[in-house]
């Protein structure tokens, strides 16, 4: 261990997550052993599955911040192919989701999706431990490795396990609560806290591994994490009341047929991770599948229903834009952070933990803001607050290229603009995902509802693969980043972005008559019985 004399603000950084992480752990215990059946007014279920998704995204958002860096300093690809594989990786983790959420709709339930898709994530982030060659540094030669393909492999069952389990944890979540439950938003803000603190930590944890230490020990690290994920959701059963469970009692045989079409799920897609091309062809084809049958079965709803159904859609077309922008941090802008900025001798991965850092100081105050306004009667329509956080997105970029072009071109990116793009994007995406999340469940049909929610990671997942696309083009047509044509890049997204968040605040009240909150029907938490 390196001496503390010694240490510098990397080291700091990670023992100060790591101690932030002991803490949270103590924490669980004592909810853990509470027997009361609330926890600060919301269900002790609700805690289980933040613990839960915690750690999951310890893991994802971990390798997340490694991934870029491993594929152009271990892997040896270019700038603009790396960004490829980045968007391709992430718009496949969200496009899953449909999968996963169709057949938990359908037969499944969320519960054991949920833990089938842990299986495969923890299996998937421990195969990304094993490396290839060491020392080559020809790129023909390294790609021509064969553990390549266990790398590949790796990927598709990180991105299986995420469709399972990403959209069926959160609508465990909405099972919770009575669909008029003036708690939703915050258990749900209160439920991203816990994706954040996994993610901050994971970022800050397996980033420091694998860029001090080794790669191996970082994916190694993530590994563990998913592992402790799948623990806690195990023995927190009991505490969701029997939500998640398949709407029907399902024979054995028909489950393991289930997991089967997982596991072949998982050999699609690591062909396709290789072949990025494909996968604009499949999102494009999917996505207006995906329409028709949404829009086929809002037409045999009654009008307030269907109009819910237009209402979502509005929601959903919007996020392509969002996470097109968004998503740089783990693509260009972590280059452009590796590259051009001072970063006074910090870990370039450890700069992504600034996002979830700040949702977990943020979110309280957000929570908090629209309880607030609610009682008031003033707090803004969903779609209102979809054009904010697009708004905010946009002037994030602006804000970043100011500060880049006001030191000059010669000049390192002084650190503050990094902090800065992550602030309003952070604030953005407070204004639009949990939102969401909430959104979706309370609007969509009862027999639609993981369904609905996969389709809103489609979506984010169409947003995945334009930030490759963006990712890209910042390489040019060497394949490799300059900062002049990058800051070009994002300044034009930037101004395009607020153009049609004015748009969108424009057609908010419209679509807010769409949602006919004022009819909604409650639901009573799901108590069918476990299978």
């Known amino acids: 261990m390196k001496d503390m004399a010694l240490w510098q603000e990397g080291d700091w950084i990670a023992a100060i997550a790591a101690v932030a992480l002991f803490a949270f752990l103590v924490i669980g215990g004592f909810i853990a052993a509470r027997k009361s059946e609330e926890v600060v007014g919301h269900p002790r279920g609700l805690f289980v599955l933040f613990y839960a998704e915690m750690w999951e995204r310890f893991s994802y958002y971990g390798m997340r911040a490694l991934l870029i860096l491993y594929l152009t300093k271990f892997w040896l690809f270019g700038d603009g192919k790396s960004n490829l594989v980045y968007g391709a990786y992430t718009s496949l983790v969200y ?228 996470w097109g922008l968004f998503e740089q941090a783990g693509g260009s802008l972590s280059l452009y952070t590796d590259r051009f900025v001072d970063r006074a001798g910090v870990p370039t991965s450890l700069f992504q933990s600034i996002n979830p850092i700040y949702i977990v100081l943020l979110a309280p105050l957000f929570a908090g803001l629209w309880q607030w306004l609610g009682k008031r009667g003033l707090e803004p329509s969903a779609p209102a607050k979809f054009g904010l956080a697009l708004i905010q997105v946009g002037l994030g970029f602006l804000v970043f290229v100011w500060g880049a072009k006001t030191v000059g071109a010669e000049v390192m990116t002084p650190v503050l603009f990094v902090f800065l793009i992550y602030l309003l994007h952070t604030t953005g995406e407070l204004c639009l995902s949990p939102v969401g999340l909430s959104a979706m469940t309370r609007l969509a049909p009862l027999h639609l509802g993981s369904f609905i929610m996969g389709a809103w990671f489609y979506m984010t997942a169409v947003g995945n693969f334009v930030a490759g696309k963006i990712g890209e083009a910042t390489g040019g047509e060497s394949g490799e980043m300059s900062k002049e044509l990058t800051l070009g890049i994002y300044n034009e997204i930037g101004w395009i972005t607020i153009g049609v968040a004015i748009v969108v605040l424009l057609l908010s009240p419209f679509v807010k008559r769409w949602m006919h909150l004022d009819t909604l029907e409650d639901r009573v938490p799901n108590e069918t019985k476990e299978a």
């Open 95 to 322: 496009i899953t989701p449909v999968l996963g959420g169709y057949l938990a709709d359908r037969w499944l339930g969320q519960r054991k999706a949920v833990l089938f898709g842990g299986i495969l994530l923890a299996f998937g982030h421990l195969f990304m431990a094993f490396e290839g060659m060491q020392g080559v540094t020809d790129p023909l030669v390294k790609q021509a490795d064969p553990a390549i393909n266990i790398f590949w492999m790796a990927l598709a069952l990180i991105i299986v396990g995420s469709g399972f389990l990403k959209a069926n944890i959160s609508v465990i979540v909405g099972q919770l609560y009575r669909m008029t439950d003036t708690r939703r938003d915050a258990a749900y803000t209160i439920f991203y806290m816990g994706v954040n603190v996994g993610a901050a930590l994971g970022t800050i944890l397996v980033g420091y591994l694998g860029e001090t230490i080794g790669w191996s020990w970082g994916f190694g690290l993530a590994g563990i994490g998913m592992v402790l994920g799948l623990i806690i959701f195990v023995i927190g059963k009991p505490a969701l009341k029997g939500s998640g469970e398949p709407p029907k009692l399902l024979d054995k045989s028909s489950e393991f047929k289930l997991y089967g079409v997982g596991v072949a799920a998982v050999a699609v897609i690591w062909f396709l991770i290789q072949y990025q091309g494909i996968i604009q062809n499949l999102l494009i084809v999917s996505g207006i599948a995906m329409l028709g049958y949404t829009l086929y079965e809002a037409f045999k709803l009654p009008k307030e229903p269907r109009e819910r159904i237009f209402a979502i859609l509005f929601l959903i077309a919007l996020n392509p834009i969002f």
